[in-house]
């Protein structure tokens, strides 16, 4: 399995700021997500993170709202901009080596958004 | 797309019961349907999983059966413990592929 660190692992914000979250692997691996889920909700997914080429969103999920970078096969970032208490939810990064059988996940960022 | 119903969204059980947790689908494709646990503070963890070729599988205290013709699933939790008590989430891959939905999650509470 995967090791994943996320950061931070919450944070409380002002509205209007932006915050980056930061998803670091211990092994290289294919494919990286971005998940969002709300209080007491399930997992939707944001964007999948492309190495060397703009992410993948989602319907409903914009680039200029959640920026995504993934500079190499180990590291991705995920920020969520000019932020509103909607914003407020946890935010999980994902990996997968490749098959949908080895699906991982961090430990999630918990966002309060004032 | 795929869309997943999964039901009861609480469920409460006495130590040493039996827990069910039933998930329906929508996309007739779906081949691969994955069971995770979420516990507090934490990411969610793949605890078993099953494939469209297979109705049944089981690890020790859990088991997940699956009907593709009525496209449901189920994860059965035997002689449960209070460490059982997290969210569940079942998931199904859309039109075969590497992504997955989940539905809306269980939070099964194990009564010492």
């Known amino acids: 399995s995967a090791v994943i660190s996320q950061k931070p692992s919450r944070d409380i914000c002002q509205r209007g700021t932006s915050l980056t979250i930061q998803c670091q692997v211990d092994?290289?691996?294919?494919?990286m997500f971005w998940y969002r889920q709300q209080p007491g909700q399930s997992l939707t997914l944001i964007a999948t993170a492309n190495q060397g080429s703009e992410a993948t969103y989602e319907s409903g999920f914009v680039i200029d709202k959640f920026p995504i970078s993934r500079p190499n096969l180990t590291f991705s970032t995920l920020t969520v901009s000019n932020m509103s208490p909607e914003d407020s939810s946890i935010y999980l990064c994902?990996?997968?080596?490749?098959?949908?059988?080895?699906?991982?996940f961090g430990s999630g960022t918990q966002l309060s958004v004032l | 797309g795929e869309n997943v119903e999964q039901h009861p969204s609480t469920l409460s059980v006495q130590e040493g019961d039996s827990a069910v947790i039933k998930c329906t689908y929508s996309d007739s494709a779906s081949n691969y349907f994955p069971w995770y646990k979420q516990e507090l503070g934490k990411g969610p963890q793949l605890i078993i999983d099953?494939?469209?070729?297979?109705g049944e599988k089981k690890d020790q205290r859990i088991a997940v059966t699956l009907n593709k013709t009525a496209k449901h699933f189920s994860l059965h939790i035997t002689e449960t413990q209070p460490e059982d008590s997290a969210v569940y989430f079942c998931a199904a891959n859309y039109n075969a592929g590497n992504m997955l939905t989940f539905g809306g999650g269980t939070r099964l509470m194990v009564k010492p």
């Open positions: 994902s990996v997968s080596t490749g098959s949908v059988e080895k699906l991982f």
């Open positions: 092994s290289q691996v294919t494919m």
């Open positions: 099953i494939r469209s070729n297979v």
